[in-house]
């Protein structure tokens, strides 16, 4: 077990982390993009604001400003929201994947959108994801994950969904004729 | 959208008849409607897959390229209508229910978080069947180690790491001490009887069959731990103050409880395992609770001893809040302040009485601050009140009680009036749940008072929410342990509306279709009729997709008069009664007569989704036969017709007819007119129109464009087609074709537009009402829809300056438009 976060924890979101459970919302909903002309996979992250608020909560770090979003959202999604998830150091429990680059937010009524993107530019999509995000509030959670590029003929791939128990999943890119 | 045929809008859309062909224009329009058979071809292996047997109209039909039938009736999946149940989704001229009135004494010990009780049970048999043992619930055994709801849950995901408050989840439930202790279950002269506990249930068996219309009591003793709300997770319990030493207390499934026993499923014995909550008996209840003196309790139903309990100042503030317009302190902040200290080691009885309720719970806390609202309800006034800890503040005072009157005021309208005598909202350690007459409700502020825009509109939500559930599940008592959807999804649905009459632009989380789009076309689901421990992705399932189904019910399907009378009638049908799907559903059909089993066929039985797609359009126009016109169009034609390339580059080169002029003939010369009409054809078509009507004749004249527009169901769901046609004299209106357009083929349309006017642009579901998942393929001709992604990043290269400049651009344009459409679309019938 790792502990992480709890320094910037307060009452509020601890108190609330026990207890969202009745009339869940307990969704996020992901649309990714592979853009082979970038190189980049570009991603809006569709969020519960009362979800946002307990993540700022738990793992925004001290004295970050509204200014410095990309201080604790691209650390967090680095963490958490893994493409590629490879395993680090000589204990294997830390993962890493791509690294991000922070494009901003936008508030869409009681939901939000994170938009950020893969910072290095690279030739093959990503092939994989791994998500803990969220699941520390409550295990029921479901991330949602519609990958935007067309299969041959126009149709969209089948949305990818991770949960608690299923946390890794492939991720197949279409590839443009 | 598919590529292809999206180039001939200009296509010459009529054969070439002679005149004396005699043109007629059905035969015009149909000679040149080209097959997209093999399109169909395609789909087949999409189609939706049957749910019965080979006999059955779902079943797969090899003779037809879609071969299911999505208008097929449901009947052959809906119970057979009775006297219990009419077959118009009313209570039937023998429908019965069970009743149980109960009497419980029950102590909150304080200081070891513990329930010791006393229930006693008047069970009345008004089945006209003969009943040999009782069923009880006993929901709290699920907290034991060995319940089924510990057993069968799953493994969550360890690697990489966890976090605390998840492994102290865990570590909490395995070691806490829950479940009912049963002292003793007797008959009403304290003889012992038999009696089986079987997981969460308990069958007590009677000395003597209960014959119809005849009546038993029994009392349990019994006592339970109470479960620490904070660390497992529980539909009640308990929270601690560290800082003050006190708790609050939600105390609910608290007492041994009579399962249902109804005329559609028996006994009503199913497991609890959490998830799927519960029904009961309508009865009343007398309840005594006795907690230590100096706590504040509130409950199901009127307070009678208040004069025992509560101090004259506490009563006199409550008369006044009566007739008060805001809520008025009973208990105030500063006075649940300083009872936090106090410690008297004596007890007081506070004692309820509730009457035609199906459950009953209660909350209990030195912390509590109270304050109530008379809201009037017909003519009766009902008492909204919150009770919460000074922690609340400022936020609950402002909004819980409020929130509480404006959902009776909504929900009363849709429904029927709030029956009862008060509406209570508790502050504590559940997030959100209903009971009768009260529920619990979690968002609170910061520490330091303030409190975000999500906190806010998160409490009134859930209050809203809460209080709703009166009316769903706890008034018209449907089964929440099979059916999740029929309060939850009725709920949200109503909880949209009344979010929505909150304040414009309410931040509602359900209920807009464009909400549900991302879970429905989605994997990992299942459909909406599923058992409530079998669905999958519970909030999506059984609150999103069944409130935005009714949304998109009421204002694209129904419309608002029809949907809101049918909805009305099956809550006041229902009201105190048990309906099943198939009642709500009937009842829906039967009052607003439009035929909906498609409707419940692809939302509540299915999982497939919708996405329209336009994909292809052609042009026809009358061909009157003239040969003088025909000519003058061909002429024309030609005369458009943009050189090649090589005819460019071959201007002025010097032909060899040109230096050896022996080589033209009448074929080169001026005189030679290949289209030139011949006084014969002139003739016969004249003898044409000497034989026609003078309507048909003026029907040739006429200058009318016919389009038809090919849809094609790439998600499967079918749904009515909402179109924006745009004109190329800038105007433009809405078409709405029903469903229905799809049934005999649901795999794609096509669909004939009779104008004047050109079409220039096509737009499918411009307002976003029926969840189109993918608009992409919405428009005609193909629009390239930049990804959220891009146009977010488009947005933020602006400066403010550049993005006022083209606010006010896109404002003039949006402006001089509507000018040009609002009459088109406000007097624009639906087509069909």
């Known amino acids: ?28 909903v992901c649309e990714m993009e592979w853009d082979p002309q970038r190189g980049r996979v570009e991603i809006a992250l569709r969020l519960d604001r009362l979800d946002e608020q307990w993540i ?70 990503p092939k994989s994801i791994q998500t803990r995000l969220l699941f520390d509030r409550h295990s029921d959670y479901t991330h949602r994950i519609q990958i935007l590029n067309k299969l041959p003929g126009g149709a969209a791939p089948k949305a990818v969904v991770l949960t608690e128990q299923r946390p890794k999943q492939a991720l197949t890119f279409p590839v443009a004729p | ?142 907290f034991r180690s060995d319940a089924d709801d510990a057993l069968t849950e799953t493994a969550p995901s360890l690697q990489p790491r966890i976090s605390f408050s998840h492994m102290k989840s865990i570590l909490a439930r395995r070691s806490f001490d829950g479940g009912y202790r049963i002292k003793s279950v007797t008959d009403a002269q304290g003889k012992p009887l038999p009696h089986k506990i079987a997981g969460t249930m308990m ?292 909880q949209y509306l009344a979010e929505q009459e909150w304040e414009e632009g309410y931040p509602s989380r359900r209920g807009d279709p464009e909400k549900i789009v991302a879970y429905m076309r989605g994997g990992n689901q299942r459909p909406i009729m599923t058992g409530s421990e079998e669905i999958l992705q519970f909030g999506n399932n059984a609150y999103g997709k069944p409130a935005t189904a009714l949304n998109i019910l009421r204002e694209t399907i129904l419309g608002r008069e029809l949907f809101d009378f049918a909805f009305r009638e099956y809550a006041r049908r229902w009201k105190f009664k048990r309906p099943t799907p198939s009642d709500f559903f009937r009842t829906m059909e039967d009052a607003s ?60 080169l010097k032909r060899r007819i040109d230096w050896q002029p022996g080589l033209k003939d009448f074929y080169n010369s001026p005189e030679y007119d290949e289209l030139k009409v011949e006084e014969e054809d002139r003739k016969s078509f004249q003898k044409f129109l000497d034989g026609l009507t003078s309507d048909e004749r003026a029907l040739l004249r006429r200058t009318t464009n016919f389009y038809v527009v090919d849809f094609r169901n790439v998600g499967g769901l079918v749904m009515p087609i909402v179109l924006r046609v745009h004109y190329a004299d800038s105007t433009s209106e809405m078409m709405q074709f029903p469903a229905q357009i799809w049934r005999h083929n649901s795999k794609q349309v096509g669909k004939l537009i009779v104008t004047d006017k050109e079409i220039v642009r096509l737009e499918l579901d411009p307002r976003r009402q029926t969840a189109d998942t993918d608009e992409s393929n919405n428009h005609w001709p193909e629009k390239l829809v930049p990804s959220r992604f891009k146009l977010f990043k488009d947005e933020k290269k602006k400066n403010a300056m550049q993005k006022a400049a083209q606010d006010e651009k896109q404002a003039d344009k949006e402006n001089g438009a509507e000018e040009k459409k609002s009459d088109d679309d406000d007097k624009v019938e639906p087509v069909e």
């Open chain 2, 203 to 494: 069958r007590i068996d009677l000395p003597e069959p209960l014959a119809p219309e005849t009546g038993t009591q029994f009392v349990i003793d019994y006592s339970y731990n109470i479960v620490n709300g904070k660390t497992i997770r529980a539909r009640s319990g308990y929270e601690f103050f560290e800082e003050d030493k006190n708790h609050i207390y939600e105390i609910a499934q608290w007492f041994p409880r009579v399962a249902s026993y109804t005329d559609f499923g028996g006994w009503q014995n199913k497991p609890f395992l959490g998830r799927g909550e519960f029904t009961l008996e309508l009865g009343d209840y007398r309840v005594r609770i006795t907690a230590p003196s100096e706590m504040v309790v509130t409950a199901t139903g009127t307070l009678t001893n208040s004069e025992e309990v509560l101090t004259p100042q506490w009563r006199e503030r409550l008369e006044r809040a009566k007739t008060a317009d805001k809520p008025v302190f009973v208990v105030t902040p500063e006075e649940a302040k300083a009872n936090e200290s106090v410690r008297t080691e004596t007890t007081k009885t506070w004692t309820f009485d509730a009457k035609n309720v199906r459950d009953f719970a209660f909350a209990a806390s030195r912390k509590f601050i109270w304050d109530a609202m008379g809201t009037e309800v017909g003519s009766d006034t009902v008492m909204a009140m919150s009770f919460y800890p000074n922690e609340a503040e400022p936020l609950w005072s402002k909004y819980s009680t409020e929130a509480i009157a404006h959902t009776l005021d909504v929900y009363g309208r849709y429904s029927f009036e709030y029956p009862y005598e008060v509406a209570i909202s508790v502050n504590g350690p559940v997030y959100g749940m209903e009971y009768p007459m009260i529920c619990f409700n979690g968002p609170r502020p910061e520490d330091d008072g303030t409190y975000s825009k999500a906190t806010k509109y998160g409490l009134i939500s859930v209050v809203i929410h809460e209080v709703g559930h009166n009316f769903f599940p706890m008034i018209v008592n449907s089964d929440e342990r099979q059916w999740t959807w029929m309060d939850e999804g009725l709920n949200t649905f109503l």
């Open chain 2, 593 to 652: 007569a439009i035929d909906l089993d498609w409707f419940w066929r692809g939302w509540f039985y299915g999982t497939e989704h919708v996405d329209i797609a336009i994909d292809d359009v052609e042009l026809y126009q009358i061909d009157s036969g003239d040969p003088d016109e025909k000519a003058e169009r061909e002429r024309q034609e030609k005369d458009r017709r943009e050189p090649t390339l090589s005819e460019t580059r071959n201007e002025g």
């Open chain 1, 56 to 125: 700022e909560h738990r793992y925004r770090t001290a004295g970050a400003d509204k200014e410095t979003e990309q201080d604790w959202h691209v650390p967090l999604l680095e963490k958490q929201f893994l493409l590629d998830p490879v395993s680090e150091g000589d204990s294997k429990k830390q993962l890493s994947g791509r690294p991000y680059r922070w494009i901003g937010r936008k508030e869409d009524g009681a939901h939000v959108w994170w938009f950020f993107e893969t910072a290095k530019q690279t030739d093959e999509a």
């Open chain 1, 1 to 28: 077990m790792m502990v992480h976060g709890f320094s910037t924890a307060s009452t509020v979101c601890t108190y609330l982390a026990a207890l969202l459970l009745m009339h869940p919302v307990h969704e996020t």
């Open chain 2, 1 to 142: 959208m598919c590529g292809f045929g999206f180039g001939r809008l200009e296509l010459p859309a009529f054969s070439c008849l002679t005149p004396a062909a005699k043109p007629r224009l059905a035969v015009i329009l149909n000679c040149t409607r080209p097959l997209l058979a093999a399109i169909c071809v395609s789909f087949c292996s999409c189609c939706w897959m049957p749910l019965a047997t080979a006999q059955s109209p779902e079943a797969p039909n090899r003779k037809h390229q879609d071969p299911s039938d999505k208008f097929a009736q449901l009947d052959p999946w809906w119970p057979t209508p009775g006297d219990q149940r009419i077959a118009s989704g009313a209570p039937g001229p023998a429908y019965w229910q069970q009743r149980a009135d109960y009497e419980i004494d029950v102590t909150l010990d304080d200081q070891t978080q513990r329930i010791i009780g006393s229930a006693r049970i008047d069970y009345h048999n008004q089945s006209p069947h003969t009943l040999s043992y009782v069923w009880v619930q006993l929901d709290q055994n699920r």
